[in-house]
């Protein structure tokens, strides 16, 4: 009986591990197509680059939150 719970617990903080780890990894790439699509922009037409910048950050900080939100609901379901 101890052993069962004791291996339920393990699942459960694996699976937390998990997903915390994918929400990092989502995030990453998110971000890096961010920069580098808004870096290809920049290039392509400097005269707009402030108002680029601006919403690559907007962008970046929108990701990290979901990333933060999904990090804190996986170590929750433990």
């Known amino acids: ?3 069962a719970l004791l291996a339920a617990e393990g699942v459960a903080q694996l699976g937390a591990a ?6 990092a990894i989502g995030a990453g790439i998110g971000i890096g197509r961010i920069g580098g699509q808004a870096m290809d922009a920049m ?3 400097p005269e707009v680059m402030n108002k680029l910048f ?8 929108l990701i990290e ?3 933060l939100f999904a990090a ?3 170590f929750l379901c433990i």
Do not use: P
């Open 72 to 74: 804190v609901i996986a």
């Open 43 to 45: 290039a392509r037409q």
């Open 18 to 23: 998990i997903g915390a780890g994918l929400a």
């Open 54 to 61: 601006t919403n690559m950050i907007v962008a970046a900080a």
């Open 65 to 67: 939150g979901v990333a």
């Open 1 to 3: 009986m101890i052993t």
